[in-house]
């Protein structure tokens, strides 16, 4: 895979957490750094497939407000 270099501004006790984290773990900065970019790459894919998994829900059982929601919950306790 191909690497671009990159500048990136960070407040100076962030980069010493980052660094110690990165030696403990024998790893370096920008390893730290491309797998913590990796991770939140993830999570935001991750994000919008709950948030179209549950736009397609709303619309199946035709859930126009919240009060629709409140009461499917009460229906399912019951």
Same mark, same amino acid.
């Given at each position: 895979?191909?690497?671009?270099? +990159? ?9 010493? /957490?980052?660094?110690?984290? %990165? ?9 730290? +750094?491309?797998? %913590? %970019? ?16 549950? %736009? ?7 859930? /126009? ?14």
């Amino acid at each position: 895979m191909r690497t671009r270099t +990159i500048n990136l501004s960070l407040p100076e006790e962030m980069l010493k /957490k980052i660094d110690q984290v %990165a030696r403990d773990s024998q790893s370096t900065r920008s390893e730290f +750094i491309r797998e %913590a %970019a990796r991770r939140q790459l993830e999570i935001l894919k991750n994000w919008e497939r709950l948030c179209a998994y549950g %736009a397609s829900l709303g619309r199946k059982l035709d859930i /126009k407000s919240e009060d629709d929601v409140e009461r499917l919950i009460d229906e399912g306790r019951k």
